[in-house]
């Protein structure tokens, strides 16, 4: 059975919450052992706040680098049938050929860092046409001021928003960008079981 997604409990855990939806989006309830939530929860939050407080500056990079590897450590060790990749800088873009573009096209999914305000973590979970198919884990109950992105409410196991992909290729720190190449980064989820090939995906977004 697949769980519905769920949103984030404070104004910090968008990675942890993230990364759990993930494993939600690709797996049912009772394929998901233990220690894969564990070791969300333990390597993320790992960001100090001004005042010295741990968790309140959200997940580092390197703590979403380092869970990326041991997901696909632990798949690789025969534990779930998950891989992990993780992409930085440059390479996290949604061109038609992308790492990015060709994991949603196969029926993967990725957490990916941009910004609703400040950094912000989301979950990808597909694309239609020339829009993107995502979780944010912030709940919002109001409409954006931008009219092309759309609100979703009736599809919890797999997205609650619809983005034009215009949006995250700025370089801007606006609404659903990806911002400056330098800072971007995506973690690359997949289910071995569920996932399709890449020779039998023939559509690709131009």
Known sequence: MKNPLH???SEYDCGPTSMLNAMSFLFSREEIPPEIVRNIMLYCLDCFGADGTSGKSGTSRMAMMFLSNWLDGFGRAGHLP???RYLSGR????RQNGALTDALRRGGAAVVRLYLDEPHYVLMTGLSGDRVELFDPYYRAEPFPQQDVELVWDRPAACNRIVP???FERETEDLYAFGPEDQREAVLLFNETTQLTAEATVEYMI
């Open 7 to 9: 949103y984030q409990l």
């Open 82 to 84: 998950v891989r992990s």
């Open 91 to 94: 390479a996290v873009n949604l």
């Open 165 to 167: 992909v215009s949006y």
